[in-house]
Protein backbone atom coordinates (compact mmCIF):
# COMPACT_ATOMS: atom_id res chain seq x y z
CA UNK A 1 0.00 0.00 0.00
CA UNK A 2 1.26 3.35 -1.02
CA UNK A 3 0.89 6.99 -0.06
CA UNK A 4 -1.67 7.60 -2.16
CA UNK A 5 -3.62 4.44 -0.85
CA UNK A 6 -3.71 5.40 2.62
CA UNK A 7 -4.60 8.87 1.68
CA UNK A 8 -7.44 7.72 -0.27
CA UNK A 9 -8.56 4.98 2.76
CA UNK A 10 -8.63 7.48 5.24
CA UNK A 11 -10.27 10.08 2.73
CA UNK A 12 -13.04 7.27 2.41
CA UNK A 13 -13.55 6.93 6.78
CA UNK A 14 -11.27 3.57 6.76
CA UNK A 15 -9.36 3.96 10.07
CA UNK A 16 -5.53 3.98 10.26
CA UNK A 17 -4.78 1.64 12.73
CA UNK A 18 -1.86 -0.88 12.85
CA UNK A 19 -1.87 -4.13 14.01
CA UNK A 20 0.63 -6.68 15.60
CA UNK A 21 0.37 -10.38 14.84
CA UNK A 22 -0.57 -11.52 18.29
CA UNK A 23 -4.12 -9.49 17.22
CA UNK A 24 -3.72 -10.83 14.13
CA UNK A 25 -3.81 -14.70 14.92
CA UNK A 26 -6.86 -13.84 17.37
CA UNK A 27 -8.49 -12.10 14.45
CA UNK A 28 -8.21 -14.23 11.84
CA UNK A 29 -7.45 -17.82 14.03
CA UNK A 30 -4.55 -18.62 12.00
CA UNK A 31 -1.01 -19.51 13.01
CA UNK A 32 1.78 -17.09 12.71
CA UNK A 33 3.14 -19.80 10.33
CA UNK A 34 0.25 -19.67 7.50
CA UNK A 35 -0.11 -16.06 8.25
CA UNK A 36 3.33 -15.94 6.44
CA UNK A 37 2.53 -18.74 3.77
CA UNK A 38 -0.19 -16.58 2.78
CA UNK A 39 1.84 -13.50 2.49
CA UNK A 40 4.19 -15.87 0.37
CA UNK A 41 1.19 -17.05 -1.60
CA UNK A 42 -0.32 -13.71 -2.25
CA UNK A 43 -3.59 -14.38 -0.63
CA UNK A 44 -3.45 -12.08 2.99
CA UNK A 45 -2.07 -8.78 3.04
CA UNK A 46 1.66 -8.16 3.48
CA UNK A 47 2.71 -6.27 6.38
CA UNK A 48 4.28 -2.85 7.10
CA UNK A 49 7.81 -2.31 8.99
CA UNK A 50 7.68 -0.54 12.00
CA UNK A 51 11.00 -0.59 12.45
CA UNK A 52 14.26 -2.83 12.54
CA UNK A 53 12.63 -5.98 14.36
CA UNK A 54 8.70 -5.04 14.08
CA UNK A 55 6.21 -5.26 12.01
CA UNK A 56 2.28 -4.89 11.69
CA UNK A 57 -0.82 -5.24 9.56
CA UNK A 58 -3.28 -2.41 8.70
CA UNK A 59 -6.44 -2.71 10.63
CA UNK A 60 -8.71 -1.98 7.07
CA UNK A 61 -6.14 -4.58 5.28
CA UNK A 62 -7.08 -7.52 7.75
CA UNK A 63 -11.18 -6.31 7.90
CA UNK A 64 -11.09 -6.65 4.50
CA UNK A 65 -9.63 -9.95 4.29
CA UNK A 66 -11.81 -11.46 7.08
CA UNK A 67 -14.86 -10.06 4.67
CA UNK A 68 -13.41 -11.76 1.84
CA UNK A 69 -13.35 -14.56 3.37
CA UNK A 70 -16.71 -14.71 4.50
CA UNK A 71 -17.93 -13.67 1.05
CA UNK A 72 -16.39 -16.77 -0.49
CA UNK A 73 -17.44 -18.78 2.03
CA UNK A 74 -21.12 -18.08 1.33
CA UNK A 75 -21.03 -18.43 -1.95
CA UNK A 76 -19.34 -21.60 -1.95
CA UNK A 77 -21.75 -23.10 0.44
CA UNK A 78 -25.16 -21.63 -1.40
CA UNK A 79 -23.49 -23.31 -4.27
CA UNK A 80 -23.07 -26.91 -2.70
CA UNK A 81 -19.55 -26.50 -2.56
CA UNK A 82 -18.07 -27.03 1.20
CA UNK A 83 -14.48 -27.42 0.95
Known amino acids: ?6 NKAHNHGN ?3 IQRIR ?6 GLSRSSIY ?3 NDGTFPRQISLGVRSV ?6 IDDWIATRIQVS ?8 HD
Open 23 to 28: VIKNRT
Open 56 to 61: GWLESD
Open 37 to 39: KKI
Open 1 to 6: MNTNDL
Open 74 to 81: SIQVAGGR
Open 15 to 17: RLA
